[in-house]
């Protein structure tokens, strides 16, 4: 085992790891929340400010998932589409099979300079975690409560808010709705039986409805 590896394996490097990112995290978090001020005055100011302070979390992240875990994660792409990632606004769509999906998604926000702006469509009760969920708050992420009659209104109204952001973004969606399991998928292709749709044999059935507001709202920005 070399030097590098040694280290990776030693619990004191594992340690410190932690503790830089959630010293850091909360340090960020606390700068993020004196931002607030700008809001009233220079909105695009504040949202270009956080951008680069959720970028000094979340690349810490991918970090981890790139030196420490060593993750390869490989883009198939058409060549001639290659040159716009990064440049333009865009929804991408991820599987939901692991924890660490989102990190994937991150990993390639980093490559094409988004990762800083990056958004996602989450789960309400992650705006109170500290560090990832308050950056993501300062970063107007969309959260929701996964009930629709409720979720409607407010997920169209902050999605609009997006439409004038400053900085190239990625909207990142797992259609899916929640992590693949063989339970869930046993009965989300009931579902599909029961509604005459086809049977996925690698993921759930996609909830379209929060896709086709995401595009709806976002479309030509």
Same mark, same amino acid.
């Given at each position: $085992? ?14 410190? =790891?932690?503790?830089?990112? =959630? ?9 993020? #929340?004196?931002? #607030?001020?700008?809001?009233? @005055? +220079? /909105?695009?100011?504040?949202?270009? %400010?956080?951008?680069? #302070? ?8 991918? $970090? ?11 883009l ?14 865009? %929804?991408? @769509?991820? +599987? ?10 991150? +990993? ?10 990056? /958004? ?8 109170? $975690?500290? %560090? =990832? ?7 107007? %992420? ?18 609009? +808010? ?10 990142? =969606? ?7 399991t063989?339970?869930k998928?046993? @009965?989300s $292709? ?32």
């Open positions: $085992m070399d030097i590098v590896g040694f280290l990776k394996s030693q619990f004191i490097c594992h340690l410190l =790891i932690c503790y830089i990112f =959630i010293v850091s995290g909360l340090i960020i978090n606390f700068i993020q #929340l004196f931002t #607030l001020t700008l809001w009233p @005055i +220079n /909105k695009q100011l504040f949202r270009r %400010i956080n951008c680069r #302070l959720a970028y000094s979390i979340s690349s810490q992240m991918v $970090m981890l998932l790139e030196w420490w875990s060593g993750t390869d994660c490989t198939y792409t058409d060549p001639e589409s290659y040159h716009k990632y990064g440049k333009e606004n865009a %929804i991408v @769509i991820l +599987n939901h099979n692991f924890e660490i999906d989102f990190l994937c998604g991150w +990993n390639f926000c980093e490559r094409f300079g988004v990762l800083g702006s990056s /958004k996602v469509l989450a789960k309400k009760e992650l705006s109170y $975690m500290p %560090i =990832i969920g308050w950056m993501w708050y300062f970063l107007e %992420i969309v959260f929701c409560k996964r009930k629709w009659e409720e979720d409607r209104k407010t997920v169209m109204q902050k999605l609009l +808010n997006l439409r004038d952001y400053p900085e190239n973004f990625w909207f990142l =969606i797992h259609c899916e709705g929640t992590r693949f063989e339970q998928h046993q @009965i $292709m009931q579902v599909a039986e029961a509604k005459g749709l086809p049977k996925l044999k690698y993921h759930l059935l996609p909830r379209t409805k929060g896709f086709a507001v995401t595009v709806q709202c976002l479309r030509n920005v």
